[in-house]
Structure formats: C-alpha cells, structure tokens
C-alpha cells in the first residue's frame, strides 16, 4: 500500500560556483591558461579586460567563503520565466560614461600586441628511430612490421613486449602475416640504430649491445662484456671479490671494467623521453624574495588575470531596456544573455577567489617555515601538517590540499613544490619536536661523507643520529633511506 509521509534531512549540498572553485584550485598555474581559454570559447559573455580595470559587477567571492548555495541559473522555459526578467542591476551602471576604446588611439598598438611566443620543436625518441628506419631500403610490408616494433619500443628505449604478441597485433590490426623468426630479424637491425643499446629485452643485453660497439681491441670493454656476460647478478650485488677471483683480474683491471659498465646508459630513450614530458616544465605559482630580511610573497601573474563581461553583450541588454516592444523571442533573446553574463560574472569571482585563497594559504606556509625561506637549510624546517595550515587560514583541510598538490614556490635557493613544506614530527632527547626533513638532510649528509669503500649500515646509521639525540629507530632510519633513493650499504660500496 502506498503512502505519503513527510521527512525532514539535512543535506550538504555543494553550489555551481562552489564546483567550479574546487576544480579552479586544483588547476596549476601553467594549466589556468588554458582552463581560462576554455572558458571564453565557451562563454562569449567573457573577455579580457585590455585596460586593466576590473569589473564593476558585483563581487560574489564572499558567497563563496560562506558556502551559500545560489539557484541554478538554467531556466525552466515557462512562461514566467520569460515575464520575470530583471535587468536592472546589468544596465543602471557606467551608461553615461566613455567607452574605453574611444581612449585609445589606434595609431598605437597595445605594447604587447606584437609579442612572439616561441614555439620548442622537439624530435620525439619514436620519430628519432623511424628517420633511421626510413635510410633502409625496406619494401611496404617489412616497413610496416618494423614501424609496429618501434612503436611497442618503451620511452626508456627498451622491447618489452612479447616476440608472439607484436606477430598477433601485425595479424589483427594491419592484417600482416609474418613470423617470429622474421621478427627477431628486424629487431636485429633496429638495435643497431641510434642511440647504442635501443630495441632490447632487458638491462643485460642493453649493455652489452652498447659495449660491443666500442673498440674490440680495448682490454676494459673486453673484461666489462665477460663481467656482463658470465657474472651479470654478482655485478649487481656488488660482490666484486667473487668476479675477481674468477677471472683472475688485478684491482686495476676490476676497476677499469666497472668504470666502463656505470658509464653506459641504461635507459636509452631517457634522454628523449625526458625532453618530451610536461612534468620538465616547471613554472612557479608564487615568488618569494628576501627584501632586506623581510620576506616578500606575490603571485604569479598569469594567476591573476583581468576578466570582464563583454562590452557588446552589456549594450544588448541597454537595448532591450530602451525598447517597448518586447515579445517572446526578444525575451529568448535577452534571457540567454542574462545566462551567459552570470556565467561570466561567477568565474570572473572564482578566479579572484582562487587568488585570494591560493596567496593566503602560501603566506601561512611562508610564515610556518619563515626561517627556510630565509635561510635555505632544510634543517631549520619545522614539522608542518595540512591541519596546521587549515587552523591558520580557516580554510577546510581538503582545500589547502588541493592548493599544496599541484603548486610550486620560487625562492632564492630553488624552486619547490609546496607539498615539500609538509612533514611529520619527530621527537627528540630534549623532548623537542623536529621535522622528519631535518632528520633525511642529516641522513643524506651522513651517507653523502661516509667511506664509499666501507659504507654505513642502517644500524651505525641510527646509532650516530641517536648520538646526535634523534628518538629513531632501525626501521624508521631504513625507511627515511629509501624514500631518498639511497640504496643499502653493500650496494653503495666502491673499489
């Protein structure tokens, strides 16, 4: 039987411009560009502002703060929708005053309007190997199969891809029958491409490749390939006395080959691969100087920049208001604009409320590590959680999350992702709380002066630190060890 009941609940529930924050702030600044020009493709209510005033509109960034929900501003296409339109607020401002381009002569172009970008043509590592593969005189159908291995060869430079599955994807996707043995051919020929070691299986063979380009006549590639060939797994390891004593070699001739091996390259394609990456594009969101011992912070200014509605969309409205004949279509019409406007004018306060809250969240970081930033030592750092920086700011902790994700400070001492600001505490003898980066500098700092013949052990390591007054354990020590990529002692041993 069905029934009707009443119930009351309370729900969260997050506004347009509240979403649209959110994901603003994720947004890094060498992404912001393009999010913004997304946005004037989508809304022609949107323009840059070229004299640099901003929009009279009304700021909504305080109804952003606290989190009111507005309505939605898609209409529901009745009839009233169309009758109840208020243009008031959008037309009783700056009619009387001078168009800003009736000030400008256009004798004189914006200074910045003849500014070049330049533009960085790149060779991809793929396209490296093909203009090799294009100098061999391949028919159609060994061209194919050999672009089909190039292109199942890893950004490293390495083939890991089964022998068997590169014949079904020929088979399948290209319709190419071809063999295994005739695969293994080609992949032959592509190995003596350009760079040494490109189109292998594993790190083995890639060194070897490389070391039998090399002077067949050198005594040290000639060790390093039996090494490599016979003692590849002692080599790892670094049990330099096994591969002594089993051929015979004087401490000279093991250090020569060893010398050889850990000059070769073992990831081929990295050098390509490396220039290719968005990630080697670093550009900063905020610049912190020392003026004098007093900290300077300022945004970056494609963080900040000048919006504002549209001049033409602003005198549509002027012109509806002026008329008396207002029928259904015009209504339509003016609606529509109404829409577009209000978008704009929401993401113009998103943009200035992202500034506010990404430069009120690194000034506390700022001041949270003030003696960093002045200094440059990482052992001055405090030990500092998102919850600290959400106390200080009264901003949620998933928002300041959001900002110390993706952001990056530049100072006088190098250029910084803010999640690096961020670490736990650590107590000491004195019952001081440290920073876990003061303990990993002075970590790296003991295993970076230690005797490369005789390496510390993770147990003579937590021994000086615990001299040193440092509460840590032998566990603690081997973690913080290899989140520095340092490996263990035996394998940072040298001859």
Known sequence: MLKQTQQQKLLQKLSPQQIQLMKLLQVPTAVLEERIKEELEENPALEYSEDGQEDDFKDNSEEFEAGETEDEFEPDGSENEYDNIDISEYVSEGDDEIADYKLR??????????????????TTFHDHLLAQLGMLSLDDRLQRIAEQIIGSIDDDGYLRREV????????????VQTDEEEIRQLIKLIQQFD????????LKECLLLQLRRKNPEDPGAITATQILDNYFDEFTKKHYEKIQRSLNLSDEDLKEAIGQIIKLNPKPGGNYSVLNKAESYVIPDFFILNNNGKLELSLNSKNAPDLRISEGYREMLKEYDRGDKKDKRQKEAVLFIKQKIDAAKWFIDAIKQRQHTLLSTMEAIMNYQYDFFLTGDETTMRPMILKDIADVTQLDISTVSRVANSKYVQTE??????????SESLSTDSGEEVSTREVKKIL??????????????????????QDKG?????????KYREQLNIPVARLRKEL
């Open 105 to 122: 002569d256009d004798n004189y172009p914006d200074p910045d309007e003849n500014r070049t970008i330049p533009i960085r043509v790149e």
């Open 164 to 175: 068997s599955a590169i014949v079904d994807d020929l088979s399948f996707s290209q319709n």
């Open 195 to 202: 760079p040494a070691g490109v189109c292998c299986t594993d």
């Open 413 to 422: 001492f190098g250029t910084f992702k803010l999640k690096f600001f961020f």
């Open 444 to 465: 790296a700092d003991m295993i970076g002066g230690e005797n490369k013949r005789k390496p510390l052990s993770d147990e003579n390591l937590t021994k000086m630190l």
């Open 470 to 478: 440092y509460n840590i354990a032998r566990r603690t020590v081997a």
